[in-house]
T-cell receptor, first 112, second 111 residues
Framework: NAGVTQTPKFQVLKTGQSMTLQCAQD?????MYWYRQDPGMGLRLIYY???????DKGEVPNGYNVSRLNKREFSLRLESAAPSQTSVYFC???????????FGPGTRLTVL | AQRVTQPEKLLSVFKGAPVELKCNYS??????LFWYVQYSRQRLQLLLR??SRESIKGFTADLNKGETSFHLKKPFAQEEDSAMYYC?????????????FGQGTTLQVKP
């Protein structure tokens, strides 16, 4: 099993551009998550999907949208990127019954 | 409010010295507590969870409900322990698995 995969690994955007971060898991997990990691702030939950067909806001959802395409895939979209969205983005999945989850390798995004 | 606090941004010790990474939490209920580790430029991985009461790579952590703490300890630090450590809380046992993370502590083990 590959676990949780993310594409792309790196991305540089200009302010106002849009992009979609892709995430896929092959663990047959029900729940999937998007976090952002910023220095001194730890990881903060952006959006999550408890099960296929559902999505909910996390702590910092503004400026983002998500799509749970199917059980395997959960994408994060930035409609109009801002410099404040410069961060490392981690996707994660879990069976849904506990906090134990698998994390993806991360996407390092820079918005100029 | 639900919160996890790791008071130290950086903890620097010499190889062989004891290590204690502090974690305090605020939650009105019975949370699950975890420690995650992130080695340089790698993904986060689970190190410990309090309900398992196990020792991984020589690390242990005990949940102290009275002091609302979940400090991570190791009696003798190794250079390969150098990494970023995150304490995390799962608000409701058995729920979707959402995690609230602390700010993280960088552990630097010097030779």
């Amino acid at each position: 099993n590959a676990g949780v995969t993310q594409t792309p690994k790196f991305q540089v955007l200009k302010t106002g551009q849009s992009m979609t971060l892709q995430c896929a898991q092959d663990m047959n997990h029900n729940s999937m998550y998007w976090y952002r990691q910023d220095p001194g702030m730890g990881l903060r939950l952006i959006y999550y999907s408890a099960s296929e067909g559902t999505t909910d806001k996390g702590e910092v959802p503004n400026g983002y949208n998500v799509s749970r395409l199917n059980k395997r895939e959960f994408s994060l979209r930035l409609e109009s990127a801002a410099p404040s969205q410069t961060s490392v983005y981690f996707c994660a999945s879990s069976p849904g019954t506990s906090g134990v989850g698998l994390f993806g390798p991360g996407t390092r995004l820079t918005v100029l | 409010a639900q919160r996890v606090t790791q008071p130290e941004k950086l903890l620097s010790v010499f190889k062989g010295a004891p290590v204690e990474l502090k974690c305090n939490y605020s939650y009105s209920g019975s949370p699950e507590l975890f420690w995650y580790v992130q080695y340089s430029r790698q993904r986060l991985q689970l190190l410990l969870r309090h309900i398992s009461r196990e020792s991984i790579k020589g690390f242990t952590a005990d949940l102290n409900k009275g002091e609302t703490s979940f400090h991570l300890k190791k009696p003798f630090a190794q250079e390969e322990d150098s990494a970023m450590y995150y304490c995390a809380l799962s608000p409701i046992a058995g729920n979707t698995g959402k995690l609230i993370f602390g700010q993280g502590t960088t552990l630097q083990v010097k030779p």
